[in-house]
């Protein structure tokens, strides 16, 4: 039959939004009754991290700006041992995925009150989903722990993002969305936030190209990522996702760069399988059909097409192959093994889905 059967439950950090909303974060740490804040970032935004220690003036406890990719374990570990050694309550963590994926690490092994600042479209700050990379491998689960008590999104912060960088980050949010319309947890809800989040999100692209700066369409970008990662956050991740952490964690592909390449073919995958999920992503890129549509969004802003061109070698797309068929999880299509081997064939080429 028709009828749908889920079990739907969302827990949402409480969310302060706005042009210049960084302002608010003392009275942020305030209402989480804490006063100690470790803040965290990447060595490359630490600025805007000790804009931050500023803003929180004596509440600011130290400044960990030692944040990177997948969360590696041994940085977990020091930024944890830091927080401990100075007596932190809090933390503030202002960046993108991977300053988000730090806190959630620390208030894994502490239950810290994390705040999160995002200053890309990744969502994460939106989900229970952690990852930690011990030794090359990358392990992830969900933990109710690991969700930011709030997130400031303020749209001046990502200004600055790098044209490059905002689309494929825009991209990795609408694979959050594109997923939850097929996922076995899907509902109406889920439906209505997907569907707005990839059409808020890609809305926001032409006219990021023509002004990097506007902040109604960063704005707009990073509503579409509270949207898409608040999808991603209430449902089970399908074979893109796989995928995707499988050559990200695999063969070290970066991030938001692979989601953007590996989208459009793994729709191309699903879509007999899965048809009410690609009206809706067509719907609201406004495109005929959902694969071509995201290829021909990415290939207009200048994001890289193929996995060769992002670092991948042809020899192993067998090993990828392989990987993403081993477990077994929810997918609208069945995996077989040789069908999603030419997937990644065709994403290694480059190749335009229908
Ligand atoms: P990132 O956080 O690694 O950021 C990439 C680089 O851009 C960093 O050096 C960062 O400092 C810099 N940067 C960020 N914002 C900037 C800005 N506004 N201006 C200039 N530079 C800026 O990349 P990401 O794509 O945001 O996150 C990727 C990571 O997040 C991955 O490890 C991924 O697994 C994780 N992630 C986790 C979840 C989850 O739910 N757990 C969801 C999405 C992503």
Request: glycine share 10%; hydrophobic share 45%.
């Amino acid at each position: 039959s028709g009828v749908r059967d889920f079990v739907f439950q969302v827990a949402m950090p409480r969310v302060v939004f706005g042009a210049g909303a960084l302002q608010h974060v003392a009275r942020e740490v305030d209402a989480l009754g804490a006063s100690r804040v470790l803040v965290l970032s990447t060595p490359g935004q630490r600025a805007l991290g000790e804009r931050v220690a500023a803003l929180l003036g004596g509440r600011a406890a130290g400044l960990f700006a030692r944040a990177e990719m997948h969360v590696p374990v041994e940085v977990a570990n020091a930024a944890r041992e830091a927080a401990l050694a100075l007596g932190a309550d809090c933390a503030v963590a202002i960046g993108g995925g991977s300053t988000t994926g730090l806190g959630k690490a620390i208030a894994l092994q502490t239950a810290l009150p994390v705040i999160a600042i995002p200053t890309t479209y990744a969502g994460s700050e939106m989900t229970t989903m952690y990852g930690l990379t011990d030794a090359g491998s990358k392990t992830t689960g969900r933990d109710p722990r690991v969700l930011p008590r709030c997130v400031i999104y303020d749209p001046e912060l990502s200004a600055g993002l790098p044209f490059a960088t905002t689309v494929v980050s825009a991209m990795n949010a609408i694979a959050h969305a594109a997923e939850g319309l097929y996922a076995p947890d899907a509902n109406p809800v889920v439906d209505l936030l997907a569907e707005e989040g990839i059409r808020t999100t890609a809305s926001a692209l032409p006219r990021l190209r023509h002004d990097a700066r506007d902040l109604d369409a960063r704005g707009d970008a990073l509503i579409g990522a509270w949207l898409c990662g608040t999808v991603m956050g209430s449902i089970t991740v399908g074979l893109h996702h796989k995928l995707c952490h499988t050559l990200g964690g695999t063969f070290g592909l970066p991030h938001a760069e692979v989601h953007s390449v590996v989208l459009p073919h793994a729709l191309a995958y699903n879509a007999p399988a899965a048809p009410q999920a690609m009206t809706r992503i067509a719907r609201a890129l406004g495109t005929p059909t959902a694969p071509g549509g995201l290829f021909d969004l990415a290939a207009r802003h200048g994001a890289p097409l193929a996995l060769k061109s992002i670092g991948m070698q042809a020899p192993d797309l067998d090993r990828a192959a392989d990987l993403a068929v081993k477990m077994p999880y929810p997918n609208p299509r069945p995996l077989e093994r040789d069908k999603v081997r030419e997937l990644l064939e065709f994403a290694f080429e480059g190749r335009r889905p229908e």
